[in-house]
């Protein structure tokens, strides 16, 4: 037995230049595995892009404002929901007519201002600009519309409360809209001077968000004040 070990011990024993033995992790296959995750790091942040500060900042306006509107609603449908009529017999019956112009309009807008948007994206400036003038001539012509409508409604901000949430809601949404022109003749302004490109253009996506919001908050006026109302 003693022979027997004797003979195996220079087998067992730890060779000089590796204390690690076995267990040392070889270099080549910690590379290996780094840059596999390096990989998969790359593929993600490919498929899922990191939104920039003024994209991100919009989002959250948006979502801030969306939430205001949605209160303005949900105190609609209560007052109506307890009302005997609705709306009131002394209101006059909403007319259609403009306010489906005023839609049309503000969708083309809305449409103007994606193609302004991809066509910045594609490097097509001129194109870009020319659908973003649009957008902004669209928007004015809308408020023009809104303005004609008021003068020809019949009743005002103070006769009773479906004038005064009629005359509230949309007027806060007509502000929208004038701040919406506002933003977007500034950047119309910025693409004049070359500062819209296929990799700088935040403040562009950023209205177009903007633009698309107040688009569905007028939507969803259009529906409740002259699609669900009886006329």
Not at 112 to 128: H, N, Y
Not at 180 to 188: K, Q
Not at 200 to 226: K, R, S
Request: glycine share 10%; proline share 6%.
């Amino acid at each position: 037995m003693d022979d027997v070990l004797a003979a195996a011990g220079p087998q067992l024993r730890r060779a000089p230049d590796d204390p690690l033995g076995s267990s040392r992790v070889r270099p080549a296959d910690g590379r290996a595995g780094a840059d596999d995750m390096s990989d998969v790091t790359t593929q993600r942040e490919r498929a899922m892009p990191e939104m920039s500060g003024p994209v991100l900042g919009m989002v959250v306006f948006v979502a801030s404002e969306a939430m205001f509107f949605a209160a303005f609603f949900g105190g609609y449908f209560t007052i109506r929901a307890n009302a005997p009529v609705w709306p009131p017999p002394d209101v006059p019956h909403l007319k259609i007519d403009i306010a489906s112009i005023l839609t049309v309009v503000l969708v083309l807008s809305s449409v103007a201002v994606q193609l302004s948007l991809r066509a910045t994206r594609d490097g097509r400036r001129r194109q870009a600009l020319w659908w973003l003038g649009a957008t902004i001539g669209l928007g004015v012509v809308f408020l023009g519309l809104q303005l004609y409508d008021y003068s020809q409604l019949g009743f005002g901000l103070k006769d009773g409360v479906f004038g005064t949430l009629f005359y509230v809601m949309t007027g806060i949404h007509m502000a929208h809209v004038v701040g919406g022109v506002a933003f977007l003749a500034l950047v119309f302004g910025q693409g004049l001077r070359g500062g819209l490109s296929p990799t700088h253009h935040d403040p562009l996506a950023a209205g177009a968000i903007y633009w698309d919001f107040v688009d569905i908050v007028w939507l969803c006026l259009f529906t409740t004040f002259y699609l669900l109302t009886p006329r």
